[in-house]
């Protein structure tokens, strides 16, 4: 018992720092039998454990010593065996042993004066030295605590005076209880609102292990995080335990690890971006250029993945690549970034060139070497381009617009769009994809589309760019950010350039007002999508760098039209670069690429809002299978609302739908989820991701700038005003010159849609759809600015659902056999699901509302409120709108009349009757605003009624009455079959059709003139 008593000592106290004061007041070391001189006999470690002591017979228990690690105010917490047993389903002796029922109790010694001291200077707090230390910790909140792992841990930190509480292993601090995660009673005693929490878990370096402590931690933070305390999460290298810390490096690096503690906010997004792929890595290297290696030992067929940083030559290695190529497609998903990257791989762009007799031509030669949109894959025959090599450069952003964008829903052809995909990825011998942020969900997305039951062929390259300097700017609004370029602007030496990378057009023109305003004399190229396809801006994304050497342009701002696929590699001419996100559109990966598009190591002055707005349209879920439920949810009660009208074709397809195995629909929701999780927390995501990428980030905290944001809100209130007296001006135009600035007619009579139409045909565009939607004789400034960019039409068209049930259902419908007539599946998160909201709203009991003469008080809500609780799984599926619980019955019902656009008043009464006497308000719709909406939804119902287009329109995702590209769509669709080409021809409205006819190339043309019977694409089959 002596050898085992030191060497306890010794490994507690030498092995793990633990001060020999609280080794004494908490360790005790006894032997499994204690006889007195009386002959009493005591048998300590089985009456701890809860066993049976058997002295005699054939079950003689060999004698044993043990450590016990023993409660402040008795019993024990954990015992350590000096004869260990053997674990026989771990198959390796255990190193402690836990008394019966005591699982999940945390560690909580008692602290002797000596601890309670250093606590006290630690912390600047007076520690009583006597009484109990742990209900005194209860009482003070503002202590911070350390959660850990094991005994001697615990007792180590406490050594160094952090207050350290062990628990008996990663999953100690959190229990299942009724199918809940929840918080043991002996940390829920500790979690006071406002408490910081640290958790110091060991720093495993095992795969598997990592993964299930992160696991754990994930848990357990989130939970702590719940009891409104702050949560963070300290790692260190090199050292196992907290203990092995302090032992081998000292005090000082157990106190470095807990001020550099990341919060577990910033914890969970460098987990996610070191989450290392599972995918093999076939060839590591390490190449600052990529193009250099000895491309040519590359594999000749499958799939070929680059996994390198920005600017390590990725473009140029591709470009190596196909260079020799007869046959190569590369797939965008930008047109101006699209053209300058068929550029730089020697590529045509699909746009500039005409086709005949189904194939693309250049000159006078055929051309099989394309760059294209992935808008545009019906358009591209996977027969002409087998054997060919893909190229799919930022394949992460590519399949986001493939999968999540509205232009490629247009006329519910994104299945279509899809199925093609899929046939050109199984005919190319090669496909080359690359991204600085590749991951195994879109690896696997390919593989299984492809076929190919091996592995890509993954390059890793881990090179990593020299970084550069940051100012991340902490500050409530834009403002600051805004000042300091302003200062920059005003000192910017002669030959320079900044350039400003934003997320939003309007923020975009903001800017460049602002410094046309203040510095005239500044040169400033604006690049939007409203100027992309102006002639100086497309020759700046095509030849950035020359452009830049030309010195022509002081100041550069570029949109999310600019975001990636372009780099500025010219050296000396870029001065600064800033970065002002206001979260409007891309994730925290989008706006890092639009900051690295300089590769010039210059500073970067960044801003970035607390919060992002692009949520996925579905849920904003971080979870996938979480989207995918909701998704399920509200799919089945459209479904279930409208299936009597579907075709039973139609109805058919839906039954055998495969809602788990469908690839399409399960990396939607993969990408959805990531999407979400950077709009939860963009600046944080975006401020970890730029130190994760080997940049120097230095925070500096500033305050709004009042003389800016005046300045901002004038220039914005200006910016409107032009744009709306613009719009109000523009010329009128025929649906017939509408449709002929929408669309090119090529050389040989193809018509496809044009992508260069300039700023004031666009203008032109936009007030003959507000003239067609509001029926509208004369479009006024008003007019526009009322419409705030399309937002009252959506909030009218779901209003108008409400009044007209056989509208909204019709639209419904069209949008799911818009997709059905491709005969490709479906894409559910494309259904216009406007007849599930109105039909939920009305089984909420909202329609009453509806009205004029309406009045209520908090009284008449009740009924209607306690509906939409009782329905919160289907008000969250369906209108994206979660109940919680601390929501009025007033609060739910008029956040639902606010979908729908409405606006509310009200006035103070004592006369209500039945509550005479009580002040209340008493509310009402707001006369003014109420009439003009009714006076428009009149409009268009009359519009209807006299027969016009309207009724039978090819509804967009948004619900906007806007006749797409049909000549363009007809070529699409005629690739896929002659039956998909007449059922879309005869979707469209007769009125259209005469117009669209003389357009369409011949081959079309004769399609649909010697149809003798088309099948119908929308018609009714009751059941």
Known sequence: MTSFATRIEHECVMGSGIHEALYEASVSVVPSLIVSPWGDVETPIHDVLGWKYRRFGHHTQPSQTAALFNHEGGGTWQVKLEQPLIDYEKGKPRKYETPKGAGSRAYLPPIPADIRTRISARFQVDVPLEGSFWTWLEAHPQIPIVWT????????????????IALTGVYGGYKTSDGLRVLTPDVVRFCQPGRAHYVAFDQDEKPKTKEMVGRALERFGSLLEATKGSVSVMTWKDEKGIDDLIVAKGVKALEAAYSEALSLCHWRIEQALRKPLKTPVSLAVYAPDLSTLPLEKLPKEGIIAFLSGKGTGKTKALRSLVKDREKVLSATFRIALGRNLAKRLGLNWRGDLDKVGGSFITGASYTFQIGFCVDSLLAINPEQFKGCDLVIDEVDQVLRHLLMSSTCATAGKRPALLARFREILKVARRVLVADADLNDEVLNYLSGLRGDESAPFLVRNDYQVKGYPVTFIDAPDRTAVTGRLMTSISALPAGKVIFVATDSKVTSQALAKIIDRAFPQKRVLVINSETSSGEIERGFIESPDETLLQDIFDVVIASPSMATGI?????????????????????????????????????????????????????????????????????AATVRIIRANLREDTVSMLESYDWKNDPHLNLFCQLSAKQNASMHQLREALYIRLCHEGNTVKIEQAVSNSSVKKLLQETRQELQEQKAMAIANARDLTFAERKSLEEVVLSNGQVQRNEQISPKDQQAIEKSRLKEFYQLDEVTPEDVAWDNDGKRRAEILALEAQFYPELSAQRSVKSLEQQAVWNQSFCFWDVNQLEAKRSLRQKIGLEPFLKDVKQWTKFDLTSIAQTARELSVEVKAVLNFTIHSTMSDTQIVHELLHQLGLKTTFQWSRAVPGHEGEKLRVFSLEPEHWQKVKAIVDRRKKWREAGSPLGEEIITLGGDPELEALCDLLEEASNCGKETALAIWEGIPPAQQATILPKVSPTVAHLIRSAEVAPLLYQNKKK
């Not at 094991?150 to 180590?156: Q, V």
């Not at 500073?603 to 909701?630: H, I, Y």
């Open 149 to 164: 792992e094991g005994a001697k841990k615990g007792l180590s930190g406490l050594s160094q005076g952090f207050i350290t």
């Open 567 to 635: 780099s500025l590699e010219a050296q000396g001419v870029i001065d600064e670069v800033f970065g002002v996100f206001t979260g409007a559109s891309g994730t925290d990966a989008d706006l890092a690429q639009a900051l690295s598009r300089v590769r010039e190591p210059v500073p970067r002055s960044v801003w970035c809002a607390r919060l992002g707005n692009n949520f996925s349209k579905v849920s904003r879920s971080t979870d996938p299978q979480q989207v995918k439920e909701q998704l399920f949810h509200s799919t």
